[in-house]
């Protein structure tokens, strides 16, 4: 497609599961990153790829969060031991330059 | 401690008329603005920036101001249209180009246009 595509586009899980979300970046997009959107807030910065270089991770709010991005093109967000304040719409982007952003549709996380 | 700030959660204006959304920032090393506007279970989409050398930046129905000595921002939408209720966020970037923190989003206002 041309477009950032995530998935699932909805996850329920259980509190203590552990959780991945798959990101697909526009073909060609050398940065990649993760944002989450949590009820009522804005777009919180969570980790941030460039090429080949080491992702910034200062946004994940735990070590419990990680990500990896293979071949520099897909993208997983791994979760641990999820908990309820996880709950959130956790949104991909992919970028040619630093400014503008093309965002995924998201993957809507609850965690019961 | 927020460093783009959207102080209006909603605003609500009559189909025709103009929309103004504001949008404050904290940080004098920010030195490009954008707006994304984002409809319910789809991601943002880019809707128009503006760099700080500028102050005014238009695309059709869309126009950005920027006030640097004030840190704002405002974004014009006239004529307003049914299509236009979203959700727009105000982002910001150091034009430094680390790319390190990608943009700062404000938590968004909700537009409603109302017939």
């Known amino acids: 497609g041309a477009g950032v595509s995530q998935s699932p586009s909805n996850k329920v899980t259980e509190k203590g599961k552990d959780v991945e979300l798959r990101c697909d970046p526009i073909s060609g997009h050398t940065a990649l990153y993760w944002y989450r959107q949590s009820l009522g807030q804005g777009l919180e910065f969570l980790i941030y790829f460039q090429g080949n270089s080491a992702p910034d991770k200062s946004g994940l709010p735990s070590d419990r969060f990680s990500a990896e991005r293979t071949g520099g093109s897909v993208s997983t967000l791994t979760i641990q031991r999820t908990q309820q304040e996880d709950s959130a719409v956790y949104l991909c982007?992919?970028?040619?330059?630093?400014?503008?952003?093309?965002f995924g549709s998201g993957t809507q996380l609850s965690v019961l | 401690d927020q460093q783009v700030k959207q102080n209006s959660p909603s605003l609500s204006v009559q189909e025709g008329r103009i929309s103004i959304l504001n949008c404050d920032y904290t940080n004098s090393m920010f030195d490009y603005f954008l707006w994304y506007k984002k409809y319910p279970a789809e991601g943002p989409t880019f809707l128009i920036s503006i760099s700080s050398i500028k102050d005014k930046n238009e695309d059709g129905r869309f126009t950005v101001f920027l006030n640097k000595s004030a840190k704002h921002l405002s974004l014009h939408i006239v004529p307003s249209q049914p299509g236009d209720s979203a959700v727009y966020f105000c982002a910001a970037s150091l034009y430094s180009g680390g790319g390190a923190d990608g943009l700062t989003f404000g938590k968004g206002t909700h537009l409603i246009i109302q017939p």
């Open positions: 982007a992919s970028s040619s330059d630093y400014e503008k952003l093309f």
